[in-house]
């Protein structure tokens, strides 16, 4: 029974070893993101397809990101280069940028294209009555967790923008 205990002892300082060595990380955003609409895809938004891409992105010490597209549902939609082109609108602070930097890893991201069926709406305009109703294209960002770079030696060079 003594080396049981001391064996559940020994495992549980282990435990806490390896979540002491991999901390947990929680982005903190500059700002609030708000994709414009014109980051849907249009042939998507045009047949009110939804979809989804995943990102890992590199951050630069202002917190900026530099995002590539890992992978896109339904694939070849145009939902990874839009999340590509949404991403750039993205900032964590100075803060989170630092702790990826030294972490040396990237952020993973989760960038959801929906369209939102709204409330049918009776036009008149046309001389006669037609029921209608409005689309509202939504993109919902999601924190999926840490990510390693596609190549560290390439990622200062995601970063080279010119602002």
Same mark, same amino acid.
């Given at each position: 029974?003594?080396?049981?205990?001391?064996?559940?002892?020994?495992?549980?300082?282990?435990?806490?070893?390896?979540?002491?060595?991999?901390?947990?990380?929680?982005?903190?955003?500059?700002?609030?993101?708000?994709?414009?609409?014109?980051?849907?895809?249009?042939?998507?938004?045009?047949?009110?397809?939804? *979809?989804?891409?995943? /990102?890992?992105?590199?951050?630069?010490?202002?917190?900026? &990101? =530099?995002? #590539?597209?890992?992978?896109?549902? $339904?694939?070849?939609?145009?939902?990874?280069?839009?999340?590509?082109?949404?991403?750039?609108?993205?900032?964590?602070?100075?803060?989170?940028?630092?702790?990826?930097?030294?972490?040396?890893?990237?952020?993973?991201?989760?960038?959801?294209?929906?369209?939102?069926?709204?409330?049918?709406?009776?036009?008149?305009?046309? *001389?006669?009555?037609? /029921?209608?109703?409005?689309?509202?294209?939504?993109?919902? &960002? =999601?924190? #999926?967790?840490?990510?390693?770079? $596609?190549?560290?030696?390439?990622?200062?060079?995601?970063?080279?923008?010119?602002?």
């Amino acid at each position: 029974m003594r080396a049981f205990v001391i064996l559940l002892i020994a495992v549980a300082f282990a435990a806490g070893a390896v979540r002491a060595q991999s901390p947990e990380f929680e982005p903190q955003w500059a700002t609030a993101f708000e994709a414009p609409r014109g980051f849907y895809p249009d042939d998507a938004l045009d047949h009110r397809r939804n *979809g989804e891409a995943n /990102l890992c992105c590199a951050a630069d010490s202002l917190g900026r &990101l =530099a995002c #590539r597209s890992i992978d896109e549902r $339904p694939a070849r939609a145009g939902f990874g280069a839009a999340a590509v082109h949404a991403s750039e609108w993205l900032e964590l602070t100075e803060e989170s940028a630092a702790a990826l930097l030294e972490q040396e890893k990237g952020i993973s991201l989760s960038m959801r294209f929906r369209i939102a069926e709204g409330r049918p709406s009776l036009d008149t305009s046309r *001389g006669f009555d037609v /029921l209608t109703r409005s689309f509202t294209p939504r993109i919902e &960002l =999601a924190y #999926r967790g840490l990510c390693t770079l $596609p190549d560290q030696s390439e990622a200062p060079h995601l970063l080279d923008r010119q602002d």
